[in-house]
């Protein structure tokens, strides 16, 4: 599974590498963001809401995320 490294990124780039990934995914695809800030985690969800992608937000440790991003057909 493809990762996207975001740590220390602040938005708009985590949303731009999200877009790029999604771009080059295939319909069922997946692949996951580690991010590192709790804005950037609610930004990358609320972008995700109004696509209608399928995504799961685990915090691996205080602060630090990994969202699951599944795209769609």
Do not use: Q, W
């Not at 602040?10 to 790029?20: D, T």
């Not at 985690?41 to 440790?61: G, M, P, Q």
Request: with cysteine; proline share 4%; net charge negative.
């Amino acid at each position: 599974m493809k990762e996207i490294n975001c740590i220390g990124d602040f938005c708009p780039v985590p949303i731009l590498k999200i877009k790029k990934a999604l771009e080059n995914c295939k319909p069922g695809e997946n692949f996951t963001v580690i991010a590192d800030h709790d804005c950037v985690r609610e930004s990358i969800e609320e972008f995700l809401d109004r696509k209608k992608f399928d995504y799961s937000v685990e915090e691996l440790a205080n602060g630090i995320f990994e969202i699951s991003i599944t795209k769609n057909s």
